[in-house]
Each structure stands twice: as C-alpha cells, then as structure tokens.
Nanobody
C-alpha cells in the first residue's frame, strides 16, 4: 500500500521559515519524481517544486529563491524548505510521487499539510 505522509506545516509569521517533510512507503522511492503542490482557499492546486531521482529540480516562479526541494533516498523522504514566507504562501501543501510506466503516468498524493502565514 502506497503512503505519502506530509508533516511540518503550521502557523508562521511573514518572513519566517518552515520545513515540510514527505515520508513515502510502498514505492521504490528512487523510481519516482517527487513534488510539492499547494492549494490555497478558492484556488486550484498548483505546482510548487519537483525533484527527480537524480536531484534535478524545478520551481514555480513565485517560490524561486525562497523554497528548496530535496530528497533523502536513505529515508524515503522528500523535503521542502520554505524561507521568507509570504501571506500568499498560505495553502494546503501536498506531496506527490510520479513516474511514467508503459506510457502511463502513475501518481500518488498525500493528504496534505496546512501552512498558514499570518501576523
């Protein structure tokens, strides 16, 4: 059974930092691109960042220079370090594991962790 469990969300003041974790089980971690997405109230889910098994990264423009995605294969865990947080970063953050098999996309999602940026 595949599980992606996010943790690390919470309430933080503008300018503060948080580190999210995503612990994966039931998958061959190294075979998957890991990603973080977010969904703010009343908005669609959007990409935040992705990281390949070779540690190539991709970031959405709003978080470039502030957020850092990483992964630890020994712990089957992906991370999102968020610095210089802004009010508009408030959202539920979801972990995603994705790979392509026989031309099909296999994708798993966590249940999300809430990040609230507020003074």
């Amino acid at each position: 059974q595949v599980q992606l469990v996010e943790s690390g969300g919470g309430l933080v003041q503008p300018g503060g930092s948080l580190r999210l974790s995503c612990a994966a089980s039931g998958i061959i971690f190294s075979s998957y691109v890991m990603g973080w997405y977010r969904q703010a109230p009343g908005k669609q889910r959007e990409l935040v960042a992705t990281i390949t098994s070779g540690s190539s990264t991709n970031y959405a423009d709003p978080v470039k220079g502030r957020f850092t995605i990483s992964r630890d294969s020994a712990k089957n865990t992906a991370y999102l370090q968020m610095n210089s947080l802004k009010l508009e970063d408030t959202a539920v953050y979801y972990c995603n594991a994705r790979r392509i098999s026989s031309l099909q996309v296999i994708s798993y999602w966590g249940k999300g962790t809430l990040v609230t940026v507020s003074s």
